[in-house]
């Protein structure tokens, strides 16, 4: 079987490697001088493999999109997979608190020489700066520039000329947008609190009238707002914030606890500590610089106790820690987590093998496909599942 992978990624290198240990003659061509480029720089630079979740019904609610499709693929590849085909090349992979799986050098690079030794040993040859500019059909395969192969596996990320090349075999792309990315909200309330974070914050985000919520951590930045609750909304709410340009409001419950309780707690502080004044002591374990600045945005004046706090104002108080007004402005640049929402159309996509159905000898894998998932592993997961199950498939040209 002769087998082109287009893509040097996690994806390519996945696909390449699984179906040259089972036994066919596998070349990648990649586009710019460095392959898994995506993998060194990922999880902050320790590579965030996969997520310690094994139950692939409930793997499959952390993808926006490829929820359904993903069920099928799961079932036969998935986290637990990825921990063990790993272990068997050297390599451990450790949890956090979190779910989340990195290898236990915390290193990326780990993940990257054990790719590029794995494809190595089975005979993958590497073609560096050899960017795909067309492909063809043939009577016998797919042909690119002048070669014949039996298969040809696209793994070119959420890049527009990869995606040309499946538009060049008749697929679909369906519409692109960015996802995993920070909010810009420039708000008095914010200014000179970059750094500071809330770990249990809930998010309402009303998008032209489309609604997400998500909770966790949200992190203040110099620009607006990130952490993983707003990361999480990004995924979500990609295609409708790109249709409204990256406006939206926002309403944050920076303490996580409801508005009733909120206000009960302020109520006892009545009775416990009467002369206190309101903004010299932080409440439910808000950075006090925070907590002065939603204070000043309730307007209460600075000499404020507890005992002088009137209904009015608690109210105001309770509702700028529980329902805090924010106007979303515009996107981050920073590509913190930074994928595609959008790619091959999965309708044309036979899962069971991340074969096309449209043209014969023809898959796709990985961010190429119209998959993607939120921050925690989830993105690299489906690398591995759609370019194990390709691999696979192509090995014997099934
Ligand atoms: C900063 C950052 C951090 C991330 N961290 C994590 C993380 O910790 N965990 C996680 O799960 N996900 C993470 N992600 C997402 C994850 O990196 C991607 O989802 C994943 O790399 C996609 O793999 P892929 O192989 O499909 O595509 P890519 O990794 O994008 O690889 C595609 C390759 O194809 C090549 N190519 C494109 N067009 C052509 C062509 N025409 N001919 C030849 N070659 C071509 C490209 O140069 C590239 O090397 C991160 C992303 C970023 C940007």
Not at 181 to 193: E, G, K, M, Q, S
């Amino acid at each position: 079987m002769q087998v082109l992978v287009i893509g040097g990624g996690a994806a390519g290198f996945f696909a390449a490697i699984t179906a040259a240990e089972a036994g066919a003659r596998v070349s990648i061509r990649e586009s710019t001088g460095q392959v898994l480029a995506k993998v060194r720089i990922s999880g902050g630079g320790r590579c965030n493999v996969t997520h310690a979740c094994f139950d692939p019904r409930e793997l499959v609610r952390f993808y926006p999109r490829g929820e359904r499709e993903l069920r099928g693929p799961f079932s036969r590849f998935q986290p637990g997979d990825t921990i063990a085909w790993f272990a068997e090349r050297g390599v451990e992979l450790k949890t956090e608190a979190d779910g989340r799986m990195f290898p236990i050098s915390d290193d990326s690079a780990t993940i990257v020489d054990c790719l590029r030794s794995a494809a190595q040993q089975a005979g993958v040859t590497l073609e560096l700066r050899s960017p795909v500019r067309h492909i063809a059909r043939s009577d016998t395969g797919l042909v690119v520039d002048d070669h014949s192969y039996d298969c040809v596996c696209l793994a070119t990320g959420g890049s527009r000329p990869g995606h040309a090349l499946a538009q060049e075999l008749g697929h679909h792309i369906t519409p692109l947008a960015p996802s995993l990315f920070t909010f810009v909200a420039r708000d008095p309330r914010l200014r000179d609190l970059a750094g500071l974070s809330m770990p249990h914050a809930q998010v309402h985000l009303n998008c032209d009238g489309a609604r997400f919520e998500q909770s966790g951590p949200v992190l203040i930045t110099h620009w607006g707002l990130s952490g993983p609750a707003i990361l999480r909304l990004s995924a979500w709410a990609a295609r409708e914030l790109q249709a409204t340009d990256y406006r939206a409001s926002l309403s944050l419950n920076w303490i996580g606890c409801s508005e009733a309780q909120a206000s009960e707690t302020l109520h006892q502080l009545a009775s416990s500590h009467p002369k206190q004044g309101i903004a010299t002591r932080a409440q439910f374990g808000m950075p006090k610089r925070l907590w002065q600045a939603l204070v000043r945005a309730a307007e209460l004046p600075d000499t404020t106790t507890w005992a002088t706090l009137g209904k009015a104002a608690r109210r105001r108080l309770v509702s700028e820690l529980t329902a805090c007004p924010l106007r979303v402005t515009g996107k981050g640049q920073f590509k913190d987590e930074f994928v595609t929402c959008g790619g091959v159309d999965l309708s044309e996509i036979d899962t069971k093998r991340m074969a096309s159905k449209l043209v014969p000898g023809f898959y796709v894998v990985g961010e190429a496909l119209d998959i993607d998932g939120i921050t925690g592993g989830f993105n690299f997961q489906n690398a591995w599942t759609s370019g194990y199950l390709a691999g696979s498939a192509m090995a014997v040209g099934d």
